[in-house]
């Protein structure tokens, strides 16, 4: 691989802006294709956009240039064999086999797989007739957490604090499906599941099939409004690391959730390859449970987590595809980070798109803009294409002083309609 390595990103939000604008900056990458990308990518002069984003075209356009490195930022390429497909054409790809990432694509195989090899989680039953699970919604009461049972762009779950939010979620995932939820093949379902008390946290790590490598914590603000009101959205922001994952809450994580899982995937016959998310719910005592699995980095998690990232992400990811994480150590600034997330007007369920994003701030060593939902139009303005839209990400010495430089970015949009939360990382800054 002389001469530097060519690299693809699959995807266009914010989280494959910043995996390609951290694969840019190793030496040995001559040059980083990012598909489809979005007007953030574009506007880069390191990073090139491929207009692709159907599986057997993107493998072909690979092999034809001749690819070093594909890296999968989001699900439904996962899903859908893009794994599979390019590892039979010979080429090398970061992500997990489209039967591995069914731990994310189905939420009931994941809870099935759980429950066999007794890893941590929250109990549950899985429904595909409305009827059948109004009345256990019935008979069970709230709070209760519904979940579609399918790839839903983070948007597939309501945690029901009264029995008619849980009823309105059952009809609006099963009957009216106005999420647009990728149903696996058994159909439209949902998984149900009993609430967990605690704090959230997301515990990403890189497996290559049989050893982990714990990324830096995080967590993430799924709720739309401040004081996590609102509805769930795919995340409003998030900072990194985690207060709540102490030393000793870590340690029983990868001990009881993480590498168990790794073993059992490989037992099944499903040797786990990738990033692989862990979604925790850390009770009041230390325990975690998993609330999900992810079969990527977090959005916004990644945006964070790889500006506190020191080591070379390239040696890394080229150790995970050939088994050898196990001699891999990471490197970490030792500051926070915190991203907030700029939606555009009517996210979650209406994102407004066109508008013009008629100012940005500029970025730095330690403050950068992620582009998410943004695109050139005929005329090379920038404009807002999608629900979240930007991620605005800065480092600092603590929670205060990363807050307080990513709200300065925030400060420097302007986009009409932008909506976005006034406090992110208020749960670690509450820890003092």
Not at 278 to 303: H, K, S, V, Y
Not at 336 to 344: E, M, N, P, T
Not at 372 to 400: E, F, H, K
Not at 402 to 427: K, P, S
Request: hydrophobic share 45%; aromatic share 6%.
């Amino acid at each position: 691989m002389s001469g530097g390595l060519r690299i693809l990103v699959v995807g266009g939000g914010g989280r494959e802006h910043a995996l390609a604008w951290k694969l840019a900056q190793s030496p040995q990458a001559a040059q980083v294709f990012v598909a489809p990308g979005n007007g953030g990518t574009a506007r880069d002069p390191r990073l090139t956009n491929v207009p692709l984003s159907d599986v057997a075209a993107l493998r072909d356009w690979a092999r034809e240039q001749r690819i070093d490195l594909t890296v999968v930022g989001p699900e439904a390429p996962l899903a859908a064999g893009i794994v599979d497909a390019f590892r039979a054409a010979g080429l090398r790809i970061f992500g997990p086999t489209q039967a591995a990432a069914r731990l994310e694509s189905s939420k009931a195989f994941a809870k099935a797989f759980m429950q066999r090899h007794g890893i941590p989680t929250a109990a549950h039953e899985t429904f595909a007739d409305a009827a059948a699970a109004h009345a256990y919604v019935e008979r069970v009461g709230a709070p209760i957490v519904v979940k579609a049972d399918g790839l839903a762009a983070g948007k597939g779950v309501v945690v029901a604090m009264t029995a008619a939010e849980a009823h309105e979620a059952i009809d609006f995932m099963l009957l009216d499906n106005r999420l647009g939820v990728q149903h696996n093949a058994e159909g439209a379902r949902v998984v149900i599941e009993s609430y967990l008390e605690g704090e959230e946290a997301s515990f990403i790590v890189l497996v290559d099939g049989e050893h982990v490598l714990p990324l830096a914590t995080s967590q993430d603000h799924k709720r739309l409004l401040d004081g996590d009101a609102g509805p769930n959205t795919g995340g409003m922001g998030a900072y990194s690391p985690a207060p709540v994952v102490t030393p000793e809450v870590h340690a029983r994580v990868m001990r009881d959730i993480i590498e168990p899982t790794v073993r059992a995937m490989a037992a099944e016959g499903t040797p786990y390859t990738g990033f692989l998310y862990a979604g925790l719910m850390i009770a009041p005592d230390g325990t975690p449970r998993t609330l999900e699995f992810n079969c990527r980095m977090g959005d916004p998690e990644t945006q964070p987590i790889l500006m506190r990232l020191r080591s070379d992400l390239v040696p890394v990811l080229l150790a995970a595809t050939e088994g050898r994480l196990d001699q891999v150590t990471l490197q970490w600034d030792e500051r926070v980070a915190l991203g907030v997330v700029v939606a555009a007007e009517g996210y979650p369920l209406n994102p407004r798109k066109g508008d013009v994003i008629e100012a940005l701030p500029a970025d730095g060593d330690d403050a950068m803009v992620f582009h998410a939902g943004t695109a050139l139009d005929a005329t090379g303005r920038l404009v807002a294409s999608g629900g979240r839209v930007l991620c605005c990400t800065a480092l600092g010495t603590d929670v205060a002083a990363a807050r307080a430089r990513a709200y300065a970015l925030v400060d420097g949009v302007r986009l009409a309609g932008m909506q976005y939360r006034r406090d992110i990382g208020h749960r670690a800054l509450a820890r003092g």
